[in-house]
Nanobody
């Protein structure tokens, strides 16, 4: 069974930094995609950043230049370094992994979420 466990969320003042980490277990097929999404109160879940097999990296426009996603291929972990945080970054952040079988069938998995609060 695939499990994702996030850590690193918390409370930080505007301009501060946080680093989120996601540890995976139970992955038995290749990973097509690893990334981070977030959901603020009253809003839909949105992409923050993701790494797609083959080398593509996507960032939300709102975080470009401030957030950096990285992956440890040996450990199947994915981190999100968040700098220059703003109050509008406040949300629950979710780790996402898309596993793909040899026949191309993809399955997405989600972590339980970690709260990030940016406030003075």
């Amino acid at each position: 069974q695939v499990q994702l466990v996030e850590s690193g969320g918390g409370y930080v003042q505007p301009g501060g930094s946080l680093r989120l980490s996601c540890v995976t277990s139970g992955i038995i097929f290749s990973i097509y995609e690893m990334g981070w999404y977030r959901q603020a109160p009253g809003k839909q879940r949105e992409l923050v950043a993701r790494l797609i097999s083959g080398g593509t990296t996507n960032y939300a426009d709102s975080v470009k230049g401030r957030f950096t996603i990285s992956r440890d291929y040996a450990k199947n972990t994915v981190d999100l370094q968040m700098n220059s945080l703003k109050p509008e970054d406040t949300a629950v952040y979710y780790c996402n992994v898309v596993q793909m079988t040899s026949s191309g069938y993809r399955t997405a998995y989600w972590g339980q979420g970690t709260q990030v609060t940016v406030s003075s």
